[in-house]
């Protein structure tokens, strides 16, 4: 019986294969190919992020498999988070939905009903996220003053960059005067003293942004994302109080270990419980220790939007037990190495080829006035680059340049070895310097950058350019503003310009790009603020990067 069945699947199947090679030499040749003018959507470049309440504009262009379009009747369709938003081929949407999503082209061609798409992921948010941005503190009229500088690339009327005869992109600009006050409908306080943000472990993340002031309601934390308001600062301290005679001047605020330079060098910490949150742990009363004593010093800012692995800090001691030295604070939390040293300081190493001739000890500074020390980014975490501009006893200037890097998994320092001329030798470079200037006069600002290798120098109005590939070469003058010079910051990875805030109220943005082959005024200036603004005496400029770890 199975074997009857067995025979009747068999001819069955030997029926079917049979049938389909009859239909198919049958059909040989028959097919009346139709010619299909396919369409390919291109989207120009643009940002992932688009500030709510804002227009944008995208301006697709279509390439045709037939390079013709003229009988073609195409219907568009555009939609974000499952929503139409536009029917024209050119969309023009006011951003109003806050989740990110695809925005989507569908192109329909009517004769044959074919469907074409495109799409490109937006994450709507706020204006205060863009990274094209600055935050500037100010006084004015006796009362803090918190503003935004936003810029963009400016675009034709078909969506493409317009440039200037220099062949760069036109940038256009906004200068938005008391963001506090527009957020939060009340003022921010008095007597503003510096900025400095806070990230966590969250994204899309955009940092918090604490504005440190000794009037009014007083130092204030700030959502990154909104500019609104989430606590003040006093609640972040043990029992919601300052510590006595608390007047700080400046903040360093890594992954795990915050900290806060008050007057007097006393450096007040927290360690975060959690990176899960912007506000974790308190801050104590007691300042940070070493060596069973005080430290009084200098934070050295770590110029990163990621998390930081340690920091430097300018040790000077007391007026009766004076120092001059450079230790480091690390930021390390480890679980699965069983790791916990945020917050520990601790000597730099000695370096194992002893140092170099001419080079002041990092760990024991002597007689020199420390005139600046300045970051600079590596390509890997674990490491950072320092510059730092010496006075000497006998009235000279010095340049050095180190770097120090910590073990992956540990609190182990060393100085990586670079390539000085044609030996590999510890990252610690020296050289005597001259100067058109009185450097201990001056405003200084390091490019973080390490593509871009510049420090510059602001000497009332006037700015000159150190390039620390070439230390020899010394200072060379760059640029004159219209005032006088009393901030600069420009922070960005790249290092492609730099924003300087002036005496009268105003800023001006510089081009740093290359910044020692460019020789006009034309190639370095990108943008002044008008005569109309003004934003009062600019104390502190920082562009605003947020980010999260």
Known sequence: KKLSIMKIIIKLLSFLIILNFISCYDDKGNYDYEKINDITIEFPDFSWQQ??????????????????????????????????????????????????????LRVTNLDNNLTYMQSKTIRPTSIYTTD?????????????????????????????????????????????????????????????????EHIADIFPSNGHVVVFQEGGQGSVDLDGLSMKKDILLVESFSGGTYPVDFHPVNAEMMAYTHMIENYDGKIYTKVKETLELFQSGYYIHTPLLFENKEVHGHLIHSERSQAKEFTLLHSVGTPTEPENRLLLIHDLQDSWEDIKISGKVVQLPAPNDGWPE???????????????????????????????????????????????????????????????????REALVNYFITAPIP????????????????????????????????PKNGFRHYYTC?????????????????????DNGGGVLLNTEEAKQLETDQEKFLWESDVNVNLGKIVDITLKVGGYI
């Open 51 to 104: 500030i709510i309440g804002e227009t944008l504009k995208v301006y697709p262009k279509l390439k045709y498999a037939f390079n013709d379009s003229t009988d073609l009747k195409l219907k568009f369709e555009w939609s974000f988070a499952d929503r139409v938003i536009g029917k024209e081929r050119q969309l023009e949407w006011t951003v109003d939905t806050n989740v990110q999503s695809d925005l989507v």
């Open 132 to 196: 094209k941005s600055y935050l500037v503190l100010s006084e004015k009229n006796g009362k803090s003053l918190l503003s935004f500088i936003q810029y963009g690339e400016k675009l034709d009327e078909n969506g493409n960059y317009i440039r200037d005869e220099l062949g760069r992109v036109i940038l256009e600009y906004k200068v938005l005067e008391d963001i506090y006050y527009k957020e939060n409908q009340e003022e921010l306080g008095s007597q503003p003293l510096f900025i400095q």
């Open 358 to 424: 001419n080079f002041i000890p990092l760990t024991d500074l002597g007689d020199s006035q420390v005139l600046h020390i300045g970051y600079v980014t590596m390509d890997w975490g674990t490491n950072a680059g320092y510059t730092m501009f010496l006075k000497n006893a006998d009235g000279t200037y010095q340049y050095q340049y180190f770097e120090i890097e910590r073990e992956y998994d540990g609190e182990g320092l060393t100085y990586p070895e670079i390539t000085i001329g044609d030996q590999n």
């Open 439 to 470: 450097l201990e006069e001056c405003i200084f600002y390091t490019l973080p950058s390490p593509q871009n290798e510049y420090i510059f120098a602001a000497h009332g109005k006037e700015i000159y350019l150190f390039d620390r590939t070439s």
């Open 482 to 502: 219209k005032a006088n010079v009393v901030e600069m910051n420009g922070r960005d990875y790249y290092g492609t310009q730099i924003l300087i805030g002036l």
